[in-house]
């Protein structure tokens, strides 16, 4: 479901809000959108949701970006399988880029430019593969951590898959890792878009965003 504003609500109530809402559903791709200030959420994938890629967009001026998975009760979730990939997350976002409940997350060349509080979070147990992404931390000296765990005591999140590969940290921006750290790399690549080196982030990102054709002419 895409929603056009604001005011448009459904089974979900106000969380309906969202730019765009994946409801229990599968093999879909968001790509080429530019969003911000949505009621809730620019996008959400949720309720067992899997197969997504959201890639190419451009992102801003918003508070919660991404959720994946709604809530700690529905398990189902844990099959969630998403990749982010080739989005600039713009000037003006918060947090939740994205946050992940349950599910494998693979996070690949993107260009974080601006958060203002952190940029990837998880809660309940979540893999995040990391890869080649451009991390620019803000100003805020208390706000350079790329990482973030929700609702959980370092005992327990020191267990979950969360690794960094070949990202680029700029500004004082670092990733805690956590997970066991000698399995680095040993997820099934056949199911993965292949990274290229944070460096290459700037080049990969310039066309985020909608594209901007003209009726009868090649994009």
């Known amino acids: 479901m895409i929603v056009d504003s604001g005011k448009d609500f459904g089974l979900r109530t106000e969380s309906d809000g969202d ?3 994946i409801f229990g559903s599968s093999n879909i791709w ?3 959108l530019s969003m911000r200030n949505c009621y809730d959420g620019l996008v959400d994938a949720v309720m067992g949701s899997t197969a997504i890629t959201v890639s190419n967009c451009n992102f801003r001026d918003h508070n919660e970006v991404m959720l994946f ?3 700690n009760g529905y398990t189902q979730d844990e099959t969630m399988q998403i990749t982010v990939a080739f989005n600039h997350f713009d000037e003006g976002l918060v947090q939740r880029m994205p946050r992940c409940r349950y599910g494998f997350v693979h996070v690949v060349n993107n260009d974080y430019s601006h958060w203002h509080e952190y940029a990837i979070g998880g809660s309940q147990h ?3 593969i990391s890869q080649g992404n451009r991390f620019i931390a803000p100003q805020n000296p208390f706000a350079k951590q790329v990482t973030m765990r929700a609702y959980a005591p370092q005992s327990e999140w020191k267990n ?3 690794t960094s590969e070949d990202d680029l940290l700029l500004n004082g921006a670092f990733f ?3 997970g066991d750290l000698k399995k ?3 997820f099934n690549k056949r199911d993965s878009l292949a990274a ?3 460096k290459f982030v700037e080049e990969l990102t310039r066309f985020s965003g909608a594209l901007h054709c003209v009726e009868n002419t090649p994009c």
């Open 176 to 178: 805690v890792e956590s």
């Open 69 to 71: 998975g709604a809530t």
């Open 160 to 162: 979950w898959s969360v």
């Open 30 to 32: 968001v790509d080429h």
């Open 196 to 198: 290229r080196p944070g």
């Open 126 to 128: 979540p893999t995040i």
């Open 19 to 21: 730019g765009v809402s």
């Open 184 to 186: 680095k790399g040993s």
